[in-house]
């Protein structure tokens, strides 16, 4: 069975440093990934996935996400956080590509600080 | 920007009203769905749609219902709501067979 945890409920950093959310799942076969991103009060936003193509996947805003099947870790990183950036985000695992097959890991408020 | 609207956004009703959620998309998608999302708890899928006429229950059992009666319209209703319900429910649609989702802004239902 699929499964996707993310070790940071909420990640605090200043802005222009970077950031790093970690993201580990479990799947039996060679599952797709995605990161998503929520706004206060807006719905989700793709920011990028991976689909067994190349391992390191660029995303909008900066964010990049390095598919290490090793440590089956998908952790989605930025160089230089924006105050823009503040927002709850989520790690996603599917072992197909229908929208029934997604698994949502719990999320990770990141918080940006001037 | 997704063309896919939520109604209403925000709604406090008593116990034992009868509501629906409206989903509406203008990407001409097969695929939607509903999930179900609490404060620092996973999204849950509740109900999801493949075509119109074609309704289906999601990995989470909920009181609610479903139609898709037309491509672009999925609205979710609930018969009697109760303060269990209370959650915020986000509607989505998909292209076929690409696992990427593009969410509504949500509805947040509090039912006192």
């Known amino acids: 069975a699929q499964s996707v945890t993310q070790l940071d409920s909420h990640v605090s950093v200043s802005e222009g440093t970077p950031v790093l959310l970690r993201c580990n799942y479990s799947?039996?076969?060679?599952?797709?990934l995605f990161w998503y991103v929520q706004h206060p009060n807006k719905g989700l936003q793709l920011l990028l996935k991976?689909?067994?193509?190349?391992?390191l996947v660029k995303g909008i805003n900066g964010f990049e996400a390095e598919f290490k099947k090793s440590e089956t870790s998908f952790h989605l990183t930025k160089p230089s956080a924006h105050m823009s950036d503040a927002a709850e985000y989520f790690c996603?695992?599917?072992?197909?590509?229908?929208?029934?097959?997604?698994?949502f890991g719990k999320g990770t408020t990141l918080s940006v600080s001037s | 920007e997704a063309d896919i609207y939520q109604t209403p956004r925000y709604l406090v009703i008593g116990t034992g009203k009868k509501i629906t959620l409206e989903c509406s998309q203008t990407?001409?998608?097969?695929?939607m769905y509903w999930y179900q999302q609490d404060p620092g708890m996973e999204l849950h899928l509740i109900h999801y749609?493949?075509?119109?006429?074609?309704?289906e229950k999601g990995d989470l059992s909920s009181e609610s219902t479903v139609s898709r009666i037309r491509t672009e319209h999925f609205p979710l209703t609930l018969e009697s709501a109760r303060p269990s319900h209370t959650s915020q429910y986000l509607c989505?649609?998909?292209?076929?067979?690409?696992?990427?989702?593009?969410f509504g802004e949500g509805s947040r239902l509090t039912v006192l």
């Open positions: 989505a649609s998909s292209v076929t067979n690409t696992g990427e989702l593009f």
């Open positions: 799947s039996s076969y060679s599952p797709s």
């Open positions: 991976y689909t067994s193509a190349a391992t």
């Open positions: 996603v695992v599917s072992e197909g590509q229908a929208g029934t097959a997604l698994i």
């Open positions: 990407m001409g998608h097969d695929k």
């Open positions: 749609s493949y075509g119109v006429n074609s309704t």
